[in-house]
């Protein structure tokens, strides 16, 4: 088992600890990954999040994962892409470093991201999965609190660049 695994597939169907959600700062379910997560937990994860009260853009909030796999839904809101001068790529590796920090400290052992924010809030893949890779290789590298983390890649465009930039990151 590597570190840091690349899949693609679907996020909710994976039985790993805990589970990343990019979610909107309502927290209340949406489009994309978002909202099957929300389906597929069921109406226990919706009233769980309303006693959550939203969240904060590169802040990360954990429930429980009801009908899910997995037992932990991580809950992170990414920016919304602004052209990249506002803060984006900052924002963004808070939500990796935040949602990673929180499964440590539940005890998270296997935790399956999606690529946060480059459906529907349109931050741009490539620099995307750069942050994503370097901000979980820099966790690694200063906890050893998890066992593996899953970037679970939704087509095969995003899977063959996450696997590219895992590659290139390997040789430096």
Known sequence: MSLIEIIQGDITQLSVDAIVNAANSSLLGGGGVDGAIHRAAGK????????LRGCKTGEAKITKGYNLPAKWVIHTVGPVWKGGNYGEDELLASC??????LAAQYQVKTIAFPAISTGVYGFPMEPAC????ATVKKFFSQSNSLEQVIFVC?????????TKTMQEFAET
């Open 44 to 51: 226990e994860l919706l009233a769980e999040c309303r006693e």
């Open 130 to 133: 750069k942050i994503a890779i």
């Open 96 to 101: 990796y470093s935040n949602s990673l920090a």
């Open 154 to 162: 939704f087509g095969q465009s995003a899977f063959d660049l996450y």
